[in-house]
């Protein structure tokens, strides 16, 4: 006679890293974006060879890109965000209250931001998609979105 005992699983999960600051800035970002009725999603890739912090799906279906910077060298070192301009219709910067904001481009929008929340201190003009793209980009974060939240809720299928 066989006599099956489970045996307590034991999982060491390791610790999370702590947040790094461009992603506290992310986390107050979508917090803001929320709060103007906007889904976000953090670390978007629209195409291979890119990734944003933040986009935002709005409720008449505007996308707004937002990077997050959070000193002097990161914004320095990225020399590849005029490549998100055509995956927007609005592209903002987010910072935090000690950043250079000379560094900064005057044509895109401002949002200063903490991990808490933001303010949005200067709206960029709009630049609308084609009616194509927007439509890929739409169904594009509707299932990267979907796909994150299966990954959640079944994480080994």
């Given at each position: 006679m066989?006599i099956y005992?489970?045996?307590?699983?034991?999982t060491?999960?390791?610790?999370?890293a702590?947040?790094q600051?461009?992603q506290l800035l992310?986390?107050?970002?979508?917090r803001l974006?929320?709060?103007h009725?906007?889904?976000?999603?953090?670390e978007?890739?629209?195409e291979?060879?890119?990734?944003?912090?933040?986009?935002?799906?709005?409720?008449?279906?505007?996308?707004?890109?937002?990077?997050?910077k959070s000193?002097r060298?990161?914004?320095?070192?990225?020399?590849?965000?005029?490549?998100?301009?055509?995956?927007?219709?609005?592209?903002f910067?987010?910072?935090d209250q000690?950043?250079?904001?000379d560094?900064?481009?005057?044509?895109?929008?401002?949002?200063?931001?903490?991990?808490?929340g933001g303010?949005?201190?200067?709206?960029?003009d709009?630049?609308?998609l084609a009616?194509?793209?927007?439509?890929?980009m739409?169904?594009k974060?509707?299932?990267?979105?979907?796909?994150?939240?299966?990954?959640?809720?079944?994480?080994?299928v």
């Open positions: 066989f005992m489970a045996m307590p699983v034991t060491l999960t390791p610790e999370p702590a947040p600051p461009g992310a986390r107050g970002v979508c974006l929320l709060s009725n906007f889904t976000p999603l953090e978007f890739v629209p291979r060879g890119k990734r944003v912090d933040v986009i935002g799906l709005g409720p008449k279906g505007e996308i707004w890109v937002v990077e997050c000193s060298a990161d914004f320095l070192s990225d020399g590849k965000w005029q490549g998100y301009l055509d995956w927007c219709d609005r592209f910067w987010a910072v000690e950043f250079p904001l560094l900064l481009p005057e044509d895109s929008g401002l949002i200063i931001a903490d991990s808490y303010e949005i201190l200067r709206m960029p709009e630049s609308k009616a194509a793209r927007r439509k890929a739409t169904l974060i509707a299932r990267d979105t979907a796909r994150r939240l299966h990954g959640l809720r079944y994480p080994r």
